[in-house]
Antibody, heavy 118, light 107 residues
């Protein structure tokens, strides 16, 4: 069974840092682009970042450029999101997802909640 | 950047109703459009890709159409499981912009 499990969320103060992890299983992780998507409380979905199979290509939404870094460790079947200089508007559930069919996201993990507040 | 606009934002319907949701792109995206369903407290699930292709395991009451800048998702006969929020998404290898969502409520 293809499965993605996020971890690392929590409460952090504005300006702080957090590292999210996504553990993948049930498929050949190193063969797929991966992505992070977030959803603020009561709001819609926002794509955050993509990474290619070997980690050499990374793409970000403008609002996180220079603050967030997506990375992966294919030996550990894991995806990461390093989040620095966090702001209140970064408060959201963060989902990891696998790319299939040219950029569609499937499946998604269950999400991990990041709360930025003093 | 490509913007995606869904309408309506909220839709009230009854079991068995035919429901249509519209998604417009700010520029042509060919057929690179997906639809997702998100139930409360859960992650989204893929329904449709490439505008009209039904994902494996998705019930046939779901269908998608359109190309260029205008797209629709149709549910032919609304079921209890379908009261949820639906999102369209334009996608490519570099990004994946979502529409703002359409909430389907019980009438």
């Amino acid at each position: 069974e293809v499965q993605l499990v996020e971890s690392g969320g929590g409460l952090v103060q504005p300006g702080g840092s957090l590292r999210l992890s996504c553990a993948a299983s049930g498929f050949t992780f190193s063969s797929y682009y991966m992505t992070w998507v977030r959803q603020a409380p009561g709001k819609g979905l926002e794509w955050v970042a993509n990474i290619n199979q070997d980690g050499t290509e990374k793409y970000y939404v403008d609002s996180v450029k220079g603050r967030f870094t997506i990375s992966r460790d294919n030996a550990k079947n894991s995806l990461y999101l390093q989040m620095n200089s966090l702001r209140a508007e970064d408060t959201a559930v963060y989902y990891c997802a696998r790319h299939i069919r040219g950029g569609v996201f499937d499946p998604w993990g269950q999400g991990t909640l990041v709360t930025v507040s003093s | 950047d490509i913007q995606m606009t869904q309408s309506p934002s909220t839709l009230s319907a009854s079991i068995g109703d035919r429901v249509t949701i519209t998604c417009r792109a700010s520029q042509s995206i060919s057929s690179w459009l997906a639809w997702y369903r998100q139930k409360p407290g859960k992650a989204p699930n893929l329904l449709i890709y490439e505008a009209s292709s039904l994902e494996t395991g998705v019930p046939s009451r779901f269908s998608g159409s359109g190309s260029g800048t205008e797209f629709t998702l149709t549910i032919s006969s609304l079921q209890p499981d379908d009261f949820a929020t639906y999102y369209c998404q334009q996608y490519n290898i570099n990004s994946g912009t979502f529409g703002q969502g359409t909430k389907v409520e019980i009438k």
